[in-house]
């Protein structure tokens, strides 16, 4: 009775551990809880909770293995490594907040003006900061870390524990497209400031020219910034939509297309 209760311990152990390996390691990196801002208590706690509950669900789909057995390390290194993929892609998404706040700092002629962003967990520009933390509240208040969550538990579908290591060319170009997307993103975000900047130089450029006393680069700069702000109050609420619908549904697509990555 006691070797029958001892296994079936082991067994659940077992099971826990390789749903932990991917599933902690992706609620470590993926945007949300994983930010560097979370304390790393609170990040493992949660990630323990959450695979606590979440392990009755996934252990018909868990193979059963030894411990001790070299199969039990390489099913481990496979998980730990899908985990990361999968928290690297979400958050390589949220990147696009930065690189487009990023442009605008630049066009608002604000790309001198350098604060600590906490999402990117080193120096960015102040509008990117701005952005990016928006960005992270919105994630929650949408809900849309549930829909990470959701991709997840779906992973198994794709990711079969147990199989073939996946694809690295796969993920690499998977890496590739979503952080090319991600650009994509900033970029439209940034386009109404693009325009505005745009349409000052050119004006400037006419008045300098029917002007060539007037400095025109002084007069230019307050100008600029000025404009800048307008056009943020105006349209952050539509540019943060925007990147919101963008991101849903990049996470989706990316998501779903996964399983030509799994060997």
């Known amino acids: 009775m006691e070797s029958l209760l ?11 551990m390789m749903v932990f390996a991917r599933m902690g390691t ?15 208590r609170v990040r493992l706690l949660f990630a323990f909770a959450f695979v606590a509950v979440i392990t009755p669900m996934i252990s018909p789909l868990v193979p059963d293995l030894n411990m001790n057995s070299p199969v039990f390390l390489w099913v481990m290194v496979r998980e730990l490594v ?9 958050r390589i998404f949220m990147t696009a907040l930065d690189t487009g706040g990023m442009i605008i700092s630049m066009q608002t002629g604000l790309g001198n003006a350098m604060v600590f962003n906490p999402q990117m967990a080193g120096q960015g ?11 992270a509240v919105l994630l929650f208040s949408t809900n849309l870390h549930h829909l990470l969550i959701y991709a997840l538990v779906d992973s198994y ?15 690499a170009q998977t890496i590739a497209k979503a952080v090319a997307q991600s650009f994509q993103i900033g970029f439209y975000m940034a386009v109404p400031f693009m325009m ?32 800048g702000f307008l056009t943020l109050f105006t349209v952050t609420s539509t540019v943060l939509l925007y990147w919101i619908g963008e991101y849903d549904s990049a996470i989706r697509m990316f998501f779903s297309d996964m399983g030509g990555i799994d060997g």
Do not use: H, N
Request: hydrophobic share 60%; charged share 5%; glycine share 12%.
């Open 82 to 90: 899908i985990g990361f993929f999968i928290g690297t892609v979400a």
């Open 6 to 16: 001892a296994t079936y311990v082991t067994g659940q152990v077992a099971t826990f």
């Open 196 to 227: 505005v900047s745009l349409l000052l130089y050119i004006c400037m450029g006419v008045l300098g020219r029917l002007m060539p006393q007037i400095q025109v680069f002084i007069l230019a700069l307050p100008i600029q910034i000025l404009l």
């Open 157 to 171: 579908k794709t990711f079969a524990m147990g199989a073939d290591f996946p694809l690295v060319e796969g993920m």
């Open 26 to 40: 992706a609620i470590m990196v993926m945007p949300g809880i994983g930010d560097s801002f979370v304390s790393s």
């Open 125 to 135: 520009s102040i509008i990117g900061a701005f952005l990016s933390i928006t960005g």
